[in-house]
């Protein structure tokens, strides 16, 4: 009877063993993060299905299993299902959206605007790279740089970005990389499609640029001026271009609106119309009160990129050369 009793327990116990190990969790293949505001996690992949749990934008989980578009995962809370690939991102675009986030935090702001439509966030220019994030409608954004990519429709043959030396007949298109504080995610950046989204240009400079045949890339205000009444308008700097978009310059214009005390309205103070300018524009401030202005950009025009230097005096605006930025340079740190 004492055999079959220590018999009898060492079976119990390897039964128990192997009773734990077939609990026991498989690892995941790897790691993946959800990828919109909301995810859904179904029992199946059938078209009867029910769900089993609801991830946010960013939650970790391990991916058990991939059959044809559906993925199989599970939760760091240890609950198991299926989700549509799509709706997951990959630990390197995840890794790669937080990188790009955090550098476009340290850029400075060439435009400001908002979402014309529901725009997809992608880690490079391009609608193949990968998504990281779908804005909606409305959202407000700083738009930080801009690049031209070509594309193509089905059918057509491969092109390559602008940047590599795609043929000028190429269909091209401009992207932005652009910075948007969402409530539930906080800063998200990526690159959207130009077209997408609408600037918030301040009155009355879209009349201004109509007038003129130019579309609006960026802008800013250089100061402010009192008029008649002890109210402080702004004058601004405008940077332009003419024609559709895919343009090898991010602007082709400049233009400086003051406003005239005596007529009441903005005149056209400056305006530059041989240059093929590069963003970011970098703007200065003399460190006196109604001191001189100065703004810069690198300019393609003779091939080369080049500085390009105005100085602003009051209302007076004109290019300068290297001795005069250093001697402006000397004056604003009196």
């Excluded at 006196?288 to 209302?315: A, H, K, V």
Aim: hydrophobic letters at 35%; glycine letters at 8%.
């Amino acid at each position: 009877m004492r055999k079959v009793a220590i018999g009898f327990v060492l079976f119990a116990v390897i039964a128990l063993a192997m009773y734990l190990r077939l609990r026991k969790p498989r690892p995941p293949m790897e790691v993946a993060y959800a990828g919109n505001r909301q995810v859904t996690l179904w029992s199946t992949t059938a078209q009867v299905r029910e769900p089993v749990a609801t991830l946010t934008f960013g939650d970790r989980v391990g991916v058990l299993h991939r059959f044809e578009d559906d993925v199989q995962i599970r939760t760091q809370a240890g609950a198991t299902g299926w989700v549509n690939k799509r709706e997951l991102l990959s630990s390197e675009v995840w890794e790669g959206g937080r990188e790009l986030a955090k550098r476009a935090e340290t850029m400075p702001v060439e435009a400001r605007g908002h979402t014309a439509v529901l725009s997809n966030l992608h880690l490079d220019p391009g609608r193949q790279m990968p998504r990281i994030e779908q804005l909606g409608k409305d959202v407000p954004v700083v738009l930080l740089a801009r690049q031209v990519v070509a594309y193509k429709q089905e059918g057509e043959p491969d092109e390559e970005d602008v940047s590599t030396g795609a043929s000028d007949t190429a269909r091209k298109e401009d992207w932005w990389l652009v910075l948007a504080k969402t409530p539930d995610e906080g800063n998200v950046a990526g690159w959207v499609l130009g077209r997408f989204i609408d600037l918030d240009v301040p009155q009355p400079l879209p009349d201004y640029a109509d007038s003129a045949g130019l579309r609006i890339v960026s802008w800013f205000n250089l100061n402010s001026m009192r008029d008649a009444s002890g109210t402080m308008e702004p004058q601004y700097l405008v940077l332009g271009a003419k024609g559709p978009e895919g343009q090898l310059c991010d602007f082709s214009q400049v233009r400086v609106y003051t406003w005239s005390v005596k007529h009441s309205q903005y005149e056209t103070a400056f305006v530059d119309s041989d240059v093929c300018g590069k963003l970011p524009l970098n703007l200065k401030h003399d460190a006196r009160p109604s001191g001189d202005i100065t703004f810069s950009f690198q300019d393609w025009t003779n091939g080369p990129p080049t500085p390009r230097t105005y100085l602003m005096r009051e209302t007076i605006v004109r290019r300068i050369g290297e001795k005069e930025r250093a001697q402006s340079g000397k004056e604003g740190r009196r």
